[in-house]
Nanobody, 127 residues
Framework: QVQLVESGGGSVQSGGSLRLSCVASGETDSSYCMGWFRQAPGKQREGVAMFRTTGGATFYADSVKGRFTISQYSAQNTLYLQMNSLKPEDTAMYYC????????????????????WGQGTQVTVSS
């Protein structure tokens, strides 16, 4: 089993920055990918960024490329999402997720391939 706990959300103005953190515990050695997803009210959950736990490759949704950076501090089993130049449309609940499905290394941000999820942290960007 894996437990994921997110933190770092909050309210910022457009153009501001936030850094989200996700601490993983439990059987994390079985992971192939970790990622950040978000869900805005009335919308489907969508992938934001992915980090391959072996090799360190990353993948980003087009909507956040150049503004968000995903990284991992493996010694502390912590995943980060640095979010810069935030826009009102980035407002959502952000979730950390972990995949033990090897195919995630190829597909990136397929929600159905992530089998462990955190509780989420809210990000609100005002104009």
């Amino acid at each position: 089993q894996v437990q994921l706990v997110e933190s770092g959300g909050g309210s910022v103005q457009s153009g501001g920055s936030l850094r989200l953190s996700c601490v993983a515990s439990g059987e994390t050695d079985s992971s192939y990918c970790m990622g950040w997803f978000r869900q805005a009210p009335g919308k489907q959950r969508e992938g934001v960024a992915m980090f391959r736990t072996t090799g360190g490759a990353t993948f980003y949704a087009d909507s956040v490329k150049g503004r968000f950076t995903i990284s991992q501090y493996s010694a502390q089993n912590t995943l980060y999402l640095q979010m810069n130049s935030l826009k009102p449309e980035d407002t959502a609940m952000y979730y950390c997720a972990l995949s033990t499905v090897s195919r995630c290394r190829l597909t990136g941000l397929r929600i159905d391939e992530y089998n462990y999820w955190g509780q989420g942290t809210q990000v609100t960007v005002s104009s």
